[in-house]
């Protein structure tokens, strides 16, 4: 991460219709307006939830490797990663909102909104200072001055308040365990604090704060100490490696050594690499890979956020900066899903307050990416706060998936929109792997374009999607009954129809994102796009911003054609359904 952050848009949602066919009981459709959800909705959602995973959610097959470009389990099904970034790296070294809610309660809040990992931050002192990893939590926040923050943990976590600060961190790991959650060790920085600076002595081998030496020792520590942890399936090496004695050469050389020494250490973990430049490129890697002893293990990781761009959100083209921003990553490290390895965005983020424009542009184009490529991802960040964060008391994370005293979601729009994402599309050991198909998908809301009758289509789950084939020829044909998508006129309804072979039935993907997929009418000529409307139905009309104007937005025509695994619609959901919040308690201690 990086010291500033800004932030996104609520765009107005649909209503989401969430089918729970997957479920184990019998269960209403529900419709979630645009409008904060109801109590007594976020108490059946829960219910459901609640319901759900104690009869369905467990574990993956683990230990996890990789095939190609995926994350496998033990039975070479993929395993897509949908992680939370938990910071416990700062200041207090302790996992942040000990103080708000009991450990067992935000992990469970965690699995509510659909992520079946953490990315679990930590410093190397914790794994390498004796006396800084047995000092007792109270006291690491009391000299501090936090007494509110201690009193805080009294109360929610009074099992913990005591402990021994690597004890903590060992309680944390299990309340995830205890929920199914998944683990990822990222090793943030070597000295407790907010990362990061390109002049904070943390940022590169050999600078003040970061001995080699002392770094692989702890990663052997952390690895060895977590060996028999079944949920703890990866180990990020270092995040955001900066600063101005960079380079190539010493990255290949402690990078290897790192990888090594975990895998020595504990063999079961994934092994994640990151890049230069805050981890926003890995381009090094195109003619050059890593040598290691071992296979099946290695994963790379990969940072993104708006501000990543420099001003191009705010002050170019919604169309041009989608698609300078995509081609930048793509030569950075998205190349790496094309060689055949594992890339993992491991922080991707926003101001979720709905009040930053550039942000809310980047996200938009940021999901076409990720369901188009299938990503796995983790965002930044979990908590709604910190003890103390450069200084600052009680410092609101604006990026953060929780509110300010972590009791419900900070943008439940969000949530809702992610959910098809948090499944996979693509990948080994889902039903359609060997003949996959296609489906339309809106990244503004996060839904996919599903018919309703040859004269309606309408955006709608993406596990309720039909199966399309989009051919050589721009035709969008309906895999089931062979009709093809049709453009009628300016402003009509988009309809299925027999006549392929027409100008209005071939739909080219225009505009420098690539996502306005757009026909000519047989009539006059004129080019539409696919639109969808405020209710959701897709309608033709004539394309919009594919000018240099850079204050028209053109998300509502934005669509991704991509391709899918899942089982063909009419099979049992694959998607969990998320809860918003807020929750009640799940208990009243650290378990």
């Known amino acids: 991460m990086v010291p500033t952050r800004r932030g996104p848009t609520c765009h107005a949602p649909f209503k989401l219709q969430i089918r729970l066919s997957a479920l184990p009981v019998p269960v209403p459709v529900i419709t979630m307006a645009s409008s904060s959800p109801t109590p007594l909705l976020l108490g059946l959602l829960l219910v459901l939830l609640a319901s759900a995973r104690a009869a369905s959610v467990s574990l993956p097959a683990l230990p996890l490797s990789t095939a190609s470009r995926w994350v496998v389990g033990a039975d070479g099904r993929r395993v897509k990663l949908v992680c939370a970034n938990w910071a416990s790296h700062l200041e207090p070294v302790a996992a942040e909102g000990l103080s708000r809610r009991g450990v067992g309660d935000i992990a469970a809040r965690v699995a509510a909104m659909g992520f079946n990992c953490v990315r679990l931050t930590w410093p190397t002192y914790l794994a390498t200072n004796a006396t800084l990893s047995s000092l007792p939590l109270r006291w690491s926040l009391e000299r501090l001055g936090l007494r509110e923050s201690a009193a805080g943990v009294r109360v929610n976590n009074p099992d913990l308040l005591d402990l021994p600060l690597i004890d903590v961190f060992r309680e944390v790991v299990s309340a995830l365990a205890s929920n199914?959650?998944?683990?990822?060790?990222?090793?943030?920085?070597?000295?407790?604090?907010?990362?990061?600076?390109?002049?904070?002595?943390?940022?590169?081998?050999?600078?003040?704060?970061?001995d080699p030496e002392e770094w692989l020792k702890g990663l052997s520590a952390m690895a060895t100490m977590f060996r028999d942890t079944k949920n703890v399936v990866g180990m990020s090496l270092r995040n955001e490696l900066r600063g101005p004695y960079q380079n190539v050469s010493l990255w290949y050389r402690y990078m290897q050594q790192g990888a090594e020494a975990v895998h020595a250490a504990n063999p079961n973990v994934l092994v994640i690499l990151s890049g230069l430049d805050f981890d926003n490129s890995l381009s090094f890697l195109s003619p050059k890979q890593v040598k290691l002893s071992f296979t099946g293990k290695l994963v790379f990781e990969q940072h993104w956020y708006g501000f990543s761009d420099g001003t191009d959100w705010e002050n170019w083209n919604q169309n041009d900066a989608c698609g300078v921003a995509v081609e930048s990553i793509r030569t950075k490290g998205l190349f790496l899903l094309q060689q055949g390895w594992?890339?993992?965005?491991?922080?991707?983020?926003?101001?979720?307050?709905?009040?930053?424009?550039?942000?809310?542009?980047?996200?938009?184009?940021?999901?076409?990416?990720?369901?188009?490529?299938?990503?796995?991802?983790?965002?930044?960040?979990?908590?709604?706060?910190?003890?103390?964060r450069e200084g600052i008391l009680a410092y609101d994370e604006t990026y953060g998936l929780l509110t300010w005293d972590w009791y419900t979601a900070r943008n439940p729009s969000f949530i809702e929109r992610i959910n098809s994402l948090q499944s996979p599309f693509q990948g080994p050991g889902l039903p359609s792997s060997h003949k996959p198909y296609k489906v339309i998908f809106h990244p503004l809301t996060g839904l996919c374009v599903l018919v309703e009758s040859a004269n309606v289509l309408k955006l709608g789950p993406c596990d309720e999607s039909n199966a399309w084939n989009y051919t050589s020829a721009y035709e969008l044909v309906l895999k089931h009954t062979g009709q093809c998508l049709e453009a009628k006129s300016?402003?009509?309804?988009?309809?299925?129809?027999?006549?392929?072979?027409?100008?209005?039935?071939?739909?080219?993907?225009?505009?420098?994102?690539?996502?306005?997929?757009?026909?000519?009418?047989?009539?006059?000529?004129?080019?539409?796009?696919?639109?969808?409307?405020?209710?959701?139905?897709?309608?033709?009309?004539?394309?919009?911003?594919?000018?240099?104007?850079?204050?028209?937005?053109?998300?509502?025509?934005?669509?991704?054609?991509?391709?899918?695994?899942?089982?063909?619609?009419?099979?049992?959901?694959?998607?969990?359904?998320?809860?918003?919040?807020?929750?009640?308690?799940?208990?009243?201690s650290s378990r």
């Not at 990822?184 to 940022?203: A, E, V």
């Not at 890339?343 to 926003?350: A, M, P, Y």
């Not at 709905?354 to 996200?363: F, K, M, P, V």
């Open 180 to 210: 199914s959650i998944m683990v990822i060790l990222d090793n943030q920085m070597t000295t407790p604090g907010w990362c990061c600076s390109r002049t904070d002595g943390n940022g590169f081998f050999g600078d003040k704060y970061f």
């Open 342 to 388: 594992p890339l993992f965005f491991s922080e991707i983020g926003f101001d979720m307050s709905g009040t930053h424009i550039a942000d809310n542009r980047y996200l938009t184009c940021f999901l076409s990416v990720a369901a188009e490529m299938d990503l796995d991802w983790a965002v930044w960040a979990l908590e709604g706060s910190y003890y103390i």
């Open 490 to 588: 300016v402003g009509d309804t988009a309809k299925l129809g027999a006549g392929c072979s027409k100008s209005c039935s071939k739909w080219q993907l225009i505009s420098d994102s690539g996502m306005h997929v757009s026909a000519e009418l047989t009539k006059n000529g004129t080019r539409v796009c696919l639109e969808a409307g405020p209710d959701g139905v897709i309608t033709t009309d004539e394309c919009k911003c594919l000018t240099e104007d850079p204050t028209c937005d053109p998300e509502s025509q934005w669509f991704k054609v991509i391709s899918s695994s899942r089982g063909i619609p009419g099979d049992s959901s694959v998607l969990q359904l998320p809860s918003l919040g807020p929750w009640p308690p799940t208990s009243s």
